[in-house]
């Protein structure tokens, strides 16, 4: 299956088209602790330290329950820090910056059940740029056929399937034309074929739009397969023990790229570290 | 409780037809059915003293004569007119209050505490001293009946403000949508089954509410009309104006949940289809 | 984990709002910006209502509709959970009463007590008759769904085990839908005490609904609020005693039926 124009995007002009201006993504010794069951703090972050550049991909993988989804919220600004800090170019983030958004894991739960697909696309931007009807509505119809969902936009979400479902979140998050987007996890629920769609779908709409790309997984593959660099998070507190580049070839082909022996040395090396981080680092 | 259809060790038939048959609420109706000729029996041959128990073939004759000579009719609509005016003030106040107590914590340490307290009071009791304040009229009937629908609306819109899926407000939030907006397109939807539930309970409320109170004060409506009646003796006209109420109430309630099932097809077929998709 | 400041702000607002409504109610009266005649000041009302507790004169009304609430809400409750648990457990029974009792539940119970005052007279009979005729449905209808709601594979095992229909319906189906039939007898106990004090009214012979219509018609303004009081206070006090007891039954039970 060839690979990076599944989804052959349309080309258009205008805002629609054009990539985005990026900024440096700063995370500085983030640290997130919760209240626990008796009274007493768990430390969910200890301290993660990230800087990425602008239009980078960033992958972080980590075992389940390692504060991957709770690092991702702080830096998308749902989530105040403990301790520490992001910042987004010149910008403190202090609340939901304007140029982030971040991509749910219950993808199917983040799409708003009482609003059609095109509406559900229409409500990331409809509220900032006040464009006529028809200006949202092509705009809408722009991102939707990017994700090859462009006949669907009077659907309701719960009338498509896992996969589509998770095109149209991709969709409404890029058609809020974000600097940085934050993905938690967000092919971790459909099934194998479906996932490697998904890859190549956000591979090429990434390298369109260029927008900084933070991907949260526990799947080692698709880490390596996406990213431009690897960051490896431990147990709580969590930490990044180590960052990894990838430095495989750009575009990147689905089957080829994954039988690459660069590819299967980085996975190997990722493995062998995580298992034996599992071993003598897990708590509970 | 299933009865097997085909019990492989009887050396009957197979008893489809009977179990099929049990499966109907036939038996029902027909228990209804014997209960009504027994009315009727009962009533033509004297069996029960006649003046209070007419034939239900009389009251019915009654009934339908009413509705077509025009005697009915204004009840009907009197009692509607007012029962839809309180119930649109009840559940206006009920919704907003929800709302406020729901997304505001203050709001909700001042109100619920006295919410809570003017709830168990039993609605008639009310009607007596305010007919010093309001008279004897629609004032004081509306005041009863919405003060009694005020409370399952308010209480439904705070449970269901409150039990908004999280993953809609953060949606709302990573796109910077401001909080007015997202109160509009996201939170009222999301929690508009709840709304909706409490604005069935007191649909039903506001009914028997605006009886009590026609029946109570004043002379106008349809429960003033059965107390009338009963005062009279007529008791045909009475026992009409019993099934007259029970059809009204009965069709408020269906036609509601019509509404209602179309208004949020969206939460059903989404709970049909939903969940996390595989 | 409210701090002791966040409790105390609590009860300050809750009690601020009422507080200040009589407040405001008294200056009003007072000062002659609402009608004293028609809406005295709360102080008297509270004056007058001490007056009816003091001398006792609250108890005979009181004792009679707690008399008949109570009567008429046992007899209607027993009756709905002994056929709740037949409808919901049998499914031929179930078929035969469902008709039936799906054409008399939208009916509106206060619509009954002109017929029911035809037949029994304005007395306890009639008041008893229409409480119980009232608490009847909701207690039933929440039976049907509690016993439909308990699994069969609870009832199929003890039946393995050779327990008795009686002893099945004792151990396993009342306190397993007893939630739900909490439920509908707390909706019951407020449709009740309802009813109650409707039919008083319209009877006139005696209870708390017949001394707050009494109090009104005779134009003794502050007694028709004082009774007014002592309603609210009982439909307050049933409530906590209904949670009291709710709580002590069905202990075990964590999620609440809706």
Redesign the interface.
């Known amino acids: 299956m060839s690979v990076v124009t599944n989804f052959r995007p349309r080309k258009t002009g205008g805002a629609a088209g054009a990539p985005v201006a990026g900024s440096r993504l700063l995370v500085d010794q983030i640290g997130k602790s919760f209240?626990g069951p008796d009274?007493g703090a768990i430390s969910a972050i200890g301290s993660v330290s990230l800087d990425v550049a602008p239009g980078e991909f960033l992958a972080i993988v980590g075992p389940s329950g390692c504060g991957k989804s709770t690092l991702l919220q702080v830096i998308a600004g749902l989530m105040m820090p403990s301790s520490g800090k992001v910042r987004l170019g010149e910008q403190d983030v202090t609340g939901e910056p304007a140029h982030m958004v971040y991509l749910f894991q219950q993808y199917s739960k983040s799409l708003l059940p009482w609003m059609t697909v095109a509406n559900n696309v229409m409500f990331a931007f409809n509220h900032r740029l006040k464009l006529s009807n028809a200006a949202a509505k092509s705009r809408c119809r722009d991102y939707l056929a990017m994700v090859g969902l462009a006949d669907f936009g009077n659907h309701y979400p719960w009338q498509l399937s896992g996969g589509m479902q998770q095109r149209v979140a991709i969709a409404r998050a890029l058609a809020a034309e974000p600097q940085v987007l934050l993905m938690d996890e967000p092919f971790s629920s459909v099934d194998a074929l479906t996932r490697l769609d998904l890859h190549s779908l956000i591979l090429d709409l990434w390298g369109q739009k260029r927008f900084t790309a933070v991907l949260v997984t526990h799947d080692v593959d698709e880490a390596i397969f996406l990213a431009d660099r690897v960051a490896v998070l431990t147990h709580r507190p969590a930490t990044i023990s180590e960052v990894i580049e990838t430095k495989l070839p750009r575009p990147r082909h689905s089957i080829e790229t994954r039988e690459s022996p660069e590819f299967l040395a980085l996975r190997h090396r990722l493995l062998k570290y995580l298992l034996a981080r599992n071993q003598d680092g897990a708590h509970a | 409780?299933?009865?097997a259809v085909w019990d492989p060790g009887a050396r009957s038939l197979p008893r489809l037809r009977v179990s099929r048959w049990?499966?109907?609420?036939?038996?029902?109706?027909l228990?209804?059915l014997a209960?009504l000729a027994l009315w009727e029996a009962s009533a033509r041959f004297g069996i029960v003293q006649s003046t209070?128990w007419p034939p239900f073939s009389t009251v019915m004759v009654t009934l339908v004569a009413g509705l077509g000579d025009g005697e009915l009719m204004p009840l009907i609509l009197s009692t509607l007119w007012r029962m839809a005016r309180a119930y649109a003030i009840g559940c206006a106040l009920g919704v907003t209050v929800g709302f406020a107590i729901a997304l505001s914590r203050?709001m909700r340490?001042?109100?619920?505490?006295?919410i809570e307290?003017l709830?168990?009071?039993?609605?008639?009791?009310?009607i007596?001293?305010l007919?010093?304040?309001l008279g004897l009229g629609d004032a004081l009937r509306i005041f009863a009946v919405a003060f009694a629908c005020f409370f399952p609306v308010v209480l439904n819109t705070f449970a269901g403000v409150r039990s908004v899926e999280p993953v809609y407000h953060q949606v709302a939030r990573t796109f910077g949508v401001p909080r007015m907006t997202a109160l509009r397109r996201v939170v009222f939807p999301a929690s508009l089954p709840f709304i909706l539930a409490g604005l069935r309970t007191s649909l039903g409320i506001a009914?028997?509410v605006t009886?009590?109170a026609e029946?109570?004060v004043g002379n106008e409506g349809l429960?003033n009309y059965?107390?009338t009646?009963?005062f009279a003796?007529k008791?045909s006209e009475?026992?009409a104006?019993?099934i007259l109420?029970?059809a009204i109430?009965?069709l408020l309630?269906r036609l509601f949940i019509v509404w209602e099932a179309h208004a949020i097809r969206w939460a059903r077929l989404a709970e049909a289809m939903g969940g996390e998709p595989r | 984990?409210p701090s002791g400041r966040d409790r105390a702000?609590?009860v300050v607002?809750?009690?601020?709002?009422?507080l200040a409504?009589l407040v405001a109610l008294e200056i009003a009266s007072r000062n002659g910006w609402a009608n004293p005649?028609?809406?005295p000041p709360p102080t008297a009302i509270l004056a007058t209502f001490w007056g009816i507790i003091a001398s006792g004169s609250f108890i005979g009304p009181l004792a009679q509709t707690l008399l008949l609430l109570f009567t008429g809400y046992g007899i209607g409750c027993v009756a709905a959970i002994v056929l709740g648990i037949l409808m919901g457990?049998?499914?031929?029974v179930f078929?035969?009463?469902?008709?039936?009792t799906e054409?008399?539940r939208?009916?509106?119970?206060?619509?009954?007590?002109?017929?029911l005052?035809?037949?029994l007279g304005l007395g306890a009979r009639m008041e008893i008759t229409i409480v119980a005729l009232g608490c009847f449905f909701p207690v039933l209808i929440n039976t049907i769904q509690g016993v439909r709601a308990v699994e069969p594979t609870m009832i199929n095992t003890a039946r393995t085990f050779g327990h008795g229909t009686m002893a099945i319906w004792r151990r396993i189906l009342l306190p397993a839908s007893a939630p739900y039939i909490l439920a509908g007898m707390r909706i019951s106990l407020?449709l009740g005490?309802?009813l109650v004090?409707?039919a008083e009214?319209?009877a006139g012979s005696g209870g708390?609904?017949d001394s707050?219509?009494s109090?009104?018609r005779t134009f003794l303004?502050k007694e028709?609020?004082a009774?007014?009081v002592v309603?609210?206070l009982?439909?307050?006090l049933?409530?906590w005693l209904f949670t009291w007891v709710e709580r002590r039954l069905a202990f075990w039970n964590a999620p609440q039926a809706q």
């Open positions: 209240l009274g | 409780m299933t009865q049990r499966d109907t609420r036939a038996t029902g109706v228990l209804v209960l209070n203050p340490q001042l109100l619920l505490p006295t307290l709830r168990p009071i039993p609605i008639p009791a009310i007596p001293p007919i010093f304040l009914f028997v009886i009590i029946m109570i429960g059965l107390v009646m009963q003796m008791t009475m026992y104006g019993i109420l029970t109430a009965y309630n | 984990m702000t609590a607002l809750g009690i601020a709002l009422p409504g005649t028609f809406l457990s049998s499914r031929p078929n035969l009463f469902e008709p039936l054409l008399l939208p009916l509106p119970k206060p619509a009954l007590l002109p017929a005052i035809l037949f407020g005490l309802i004090v409707t009214m319209i708390l609904g707050i219509l109090a009104q303004v028709s609020y009774w007014l309603l609210a009982l439909g307050l049933l409530t």
